[in-house]
């Protein structure tokens, strides 16, 4: 198992910020590239942002560029995505998960496969 828990959702209003949370029990978070993805109602999953095991590497989907920010905290076995300037358009469940290889713009256009990968989102709801 690979799960994931994703944590720090809610309801904003547009302009607004949130900061998301990345934990897990399962597995050496340390030694994976962990990225963040989105899934909105009706849409498929979207690759946000993803960040090497050491924090080296990082990579944003261009509708998050300039907005979000992804770091690490491999003590405290924590990934974050700080999100500022939400939009409407951020609404969805957003999840984390190990990456395919290293972080990429290929790995965010290619979220992992399998239900072992995926783990409790955290619903981000962007509304006036």
């Given at each position: 198992?690979?799960?994931?828990?994703?944590?720090?959702?809610?309801?904003?209003?547009?302009g607004?910020?949130?900061?998301?949370?990345c934990?897990?029990?399962?597995?050496?978070?340390?030694?994976?590239?962990?990225?963040?993805?989105?899934?909105?109602?009706?849409?498929?999953?979207?690759?946000?942002?993803?960040?090497?095991?050491?924090?080296?590497?990082?990579?944003?989907?261009?509708?998050?560029?300039?907005?979000?920010?992804?770091?690490?905290?491999?003590?405290?076995?924590?990934?974050?995505?700080?999100?500022?300037?939400?939009?409407?358009?951020?609404?969805?469940?957003?999840?984390?998960?190990p990456?395919?290889?290293?972080?990429s713009?290929?790995?965010?256009?290619?979220?992992?496969?399998?239900?072992e990968?995926?783990?409790?989102?955290?619903q981000?709801?962007?509304?006036?």
């Amino acid at each position: 198992q690979f799960q994931l828990v994703a944590s720090g959702g809610g309801l904003v209003q547009p302009g607004g910020s949130l900061k998301l949370s990345c934990t897990t029990s399962q597995f050496s978070l340390e030694d994976y590239a962990i990225g963040w993805f989105r899934q909105a109602p009706g849409k498929e999953r979207e690759g946000v942002s993803c960040i090497g095991s050491t924090g080296g590497t990082i990579t944003y989907g261009d509708s998050v560029k300039g907005r979000f920010t992804i770091s690490r905290d491999n003590a405290k076995t924590l990934v974050y995505l700080q999100m500022n300037s939400l939009k409407p358009e951020d609404t969805a469940v957003y999840y984390c998960a190990p990456t395919v290889g290293f972080c990429s713009d290929y790995a965010l256009a290619n979220p992992p496969s399998g239900d072992e990968y995926w783990g409790q989102g955290t619903q981000v709801t962007v509304s006036s």
